[in-house]
Every structure is written in structure tokens, then in C-alpha cells.
Nanobody, 121 residues
Framework: QVQLVESGGGSVQAGGSLRLSCAAS????????MGWFRQAPGKEREGVAI???????RYSDSVKGRFTISKDNAKNTLYLQMNSLKPEDTAMYYC???????????????WGQGTQVTVSS
């Protein structure tokens, strides 16, 4: 049973930074892809950034150049460094474990509870 616990969300002004963390347990970290997704009120959940077991990454166009995904295999922890935040980045952010380097939520079967990110203008 995979367990994922996100932390690090909060409220910041536009242009600010946050770092999200996701502590994972119950699986072998190198066997899967891990990713960050977000969902704003009234919108569908969307992929933000994915990293595979070899460290290859994939980003959505809306965050490319501003967000960086990374992981610490020894700690089984996933990170998302978010810089130059914009009001449109406001959403609930979820950590997930899946099986493809793909931004579609359909490829991810285990999810955390989420952490809220709010960016004010």
C-alpha cells in the first residue's frame, strides 16, 4: 500500500517561491514514476511535472522554466521547487505515483491528500 503525504503549501505573493515535499512509503521508489498534479476549483486535475526512475523529467508548458521537480531516493521524498509563482498557479497540489512519464493523471494510481497553494497578485 503506497502512502503519500504532501507538505509545503501556503500563501505567497506573485513572484514568490515555495517548495513542496511528498514523503512516500510502501513502495520501491526506483520502480515507478512520480509526479505533481494540481487542481483548481472548477477545473480538471492537470499534470505539472513528472520524474521517472532514471531522473528524466517532463513539465507542462505552463510551468516550464519556473518549476523544478526532483527526488531523493534515499529519503523516498519527492520535491517541487516553484519559483516566479503566478496567481494562475493557485490550486491544490497532489503528489502521485504512476507508471509512465506522462502528464495525464490516468497513468497514476496512488495519490496523496494534497497541499494548497495560493498565489495573490
Amino acid at each position: 500500500q503506497v502512502q503519500l503525504v504532501e507538505s509545503g503549501g501556503g500563501s505567497v505573493q506573485a513572484g514568490g517561491s515555495l517548495r513542496l515535499s511528498c514523503a512516500a512509503s510502501g513502495y520501491t521508489g526506483r520502480s515507478y514514476c512520480m509526479g505533481w498534479f494540481r487542481q483548481a476549483p472548477g477545473k480538471e486535475r492537470e499534470g505539472v511535472a513528472i520524474i521517472d526512475r532514471d531522473g528524466m523529467t517532463r513539465y507542462s508548458d505552463s510551468v516550464k522554466g519556473r518549476f523544478t521537480i526532483s527526488k531523493d531516493n534515499a529519503k523516498n521524498t519527492l520535491y517541487l521547487q516553484m519559483n516566479s509563482l503566478k496567481p494562475e498557479d493557485t490550486a491544490m497540489y497532489y503528489c502521485a505515483v504512476g507508471y509512465a512519464l506522462n502528464l495525464s493523471p490516468a497513468y497514476f494510481g496512488s495519490w496523496g491528500q494534497g497541499t494548497q497553494v495560493t498565489v495573490s497578485s
